[in-house]
Every structure is written in C-alpha cells, then in structure tokens.
C-alpha cells in the first residue's frame, strides 16, 4: 500500500456542518474528492445546493440537508438522513458555528444572552451533533471539530466567541477519552486568520486590512479553507487511525488568530 492511500477514504459517509461557503465547503470538496460522499448542510439552501452540485461534479453522491443546527433536533435529522440514504455514517465534521453578532467588544459590555447564543452555536450544537454520530458510528468513525486559534489564546474585543472555542476543545479532548473504545477517534483543527464572508463582515475588515495581517504571519500569506480542509482529511482518513483527543493550529506560524466565521 501506498503512504498516499492512507489518506483515502473511498465510499465512506461524511457529514459536513456549515458546509454551505467558506471553510466548510472546502472541507466537503477535500472529502469528495478523497472518495467520500457527502452530507451538505447550511441554513441557505441555494448554498447547499450549489455544494451538492460541486461534490456530484467530483463523482460523489451529495445529500442535501439544509437547516439551522440552533434548532432542538437538527443534530439527529441529519444522523438519520446520512444512514437512510448512504446506510452508514463514517466522519462527521462538527464546522458550522462562529458568530451572527457583527460587533466586537469586551467582555465587560458582553450581555449574558450573547454568551449563551456563542456557546449555543459553537458548543451545544457541536456537542449534539457529536453525540448523534457517534450513536451510529458502528464500524468506528471520526469526528472533527472546528475550533479557533482564538480559543487557545486571550482574544481581546473577541472574548465570548473565544470562550466557546476553548470549550470546544475541552470537548474534543473529553469525547476523545470517552469514545476511544469505540473506535471513534475526535480531533480538533484550529484555524488562523482565513478571509472568509463572515470574516470582513463581523471584523469590518477591508483588503487593505488583509494586506497588513498577512505581513504578521510568519508564512506570509493569509489562510485558505484548502489549508483547513487538508488537515481535516488528515483526520477523518486512515492516515490519522493512531490520533485522537488532538488539536492542529493551522495559522501560518502565528500562535492564533481572528476566525469568526459563521459557517
């Protein structure tokens, strides 16, 4: 066997939150094309069909779930919708969330109902979507949480999104622990700096923006959902069947960074 068939995951059944633009779509395309089919899922329909659109076109079936993962259920709706239409459920990437409130500001003026809409969004719906796969994951099965850099570090103006992330990392780590018996490996990516929509619109960033962080990046350039997508296939292949309770900050050498994408 090839090192490089390691990281194939032929006919395996992948669900990709959040997978409507930005990082996870190109986490559901960097699954597509390692062989899997793939679960879309975003709250935009059109998004969800485009995606679904993209994986057919790379020779994988697409099932298109859209829906709001704030929603009591929505975890188990699309459990249920991977195995009747693919009859398993391998890889599950826990990547929607971020946040809705364009604003950013410190803690002290941070209300009580926006603390729990980003640990609403970024943790209950992660730990329920978790919880849902691994209920079907019978053969074993990997599961991917999207964290941030930002939770990993002080994030000043960004502290209740930050908060969140960490905690999303306590979960990986815990779930990790608790499944491991199972067959069920749990890793965590944590992106850097990555340009999305939400990205300009939550940070009011312009382009000229964009040109000065990247001369901070030891790397010199600003992440891409490729970059994220890579070490996501990483985990959810057979390359990583060794690997659980991890984290990877991908930040291009800078030890974290905004990434507030609502995905």
């Known amino acids: 066997m090839s090192i490089l068939d390691l990281f194939r995951?032929?006919?395996r059944v992948a669900v990709v939150t959040g997978s409507g633009r930005g990082i996870g779509r190109g986490i559901a395309l960097?699954?597509?094309e390692?062989?899997?089919d793939v679960v879309i899922t975003s709250r935009r329909s059109e998004?969800?069909?485009a995606v679904a659109d993209e994986v057919r076109a790379r020779g994988r079936r697409a099932l298109e779930v859209p829906g709001d993962l704030k929603v009591?259920?929505?975890?188990?709706?699309l459990a249920e919708a991977a195995i009747a239409e693919f009859g398993r459920l391998d890889i599950w990437v826990n990547n929607a969330g971020?946040?809705?409130?364009?604003?950013?500001?410190?803690?002290t003026v941070t209300t009580d109902d926006q603390m729990r809409d980003m640990l609403e969004l970024n943790v209950i719906a992660a730990a329920a979507g978790a919880r849902e796969a691994a209920l079907r994951m019978t053969r074993g099965g990997s599961i991917v949480n999207v964290s941030s850099g930002a939770g990993m570090r002080a994030a000043p103006n960004t502290g209740a999104y930050a908060a969140s992330k960490a905690a999303l990392l306590n979960l990986t780590q815990t779930?990790?622990?608790e499944l491991a018996s199972q067959g069920i490996r749990v890793n965590a990516i944590s992106p850097g700096m990555v340009p999305t929509e939400s990205f300009y619109r939550v940070l009011q960033f312009t382009e000229a923006d964009i040109e000065?962080?990247?001369?901070?990046?030891?790397?010199?350039?600003?992440?891409?959902?490729?970059?994220?997508a890579a070490a996501v296939l990483y985990f959810a292949s057979p390359a990583s069947d060794w690997v659980t309770g991890q984290n990877i900050l991908i930040g291009g050498g800078r030890d974290g960074g905004k990434s507030v994408e609502h995905r």
């Open 34 to 36: 390692a062989g899997a």
């Open 72 to 77: 009591s259920g929505m975890s188990e709706r």
């Open 30 to 32: 960097a699954l597509a």
């Open 98 to 107: 971020g946040t809705d409130d364009a604003h950013v500001q410190p803690l």
């Open 212 to 228: 000065k962080l990247a001369g901070t990046v030891p790397l010199g350039r600003m992440g891409t959902p490729e970059d994220m």
């Open 47 to 49: 998004d969800v069909a």
């Open 9 to 11: 995951i032929d006919d």
């Open 175 to 177: 779930m990790a622990a």
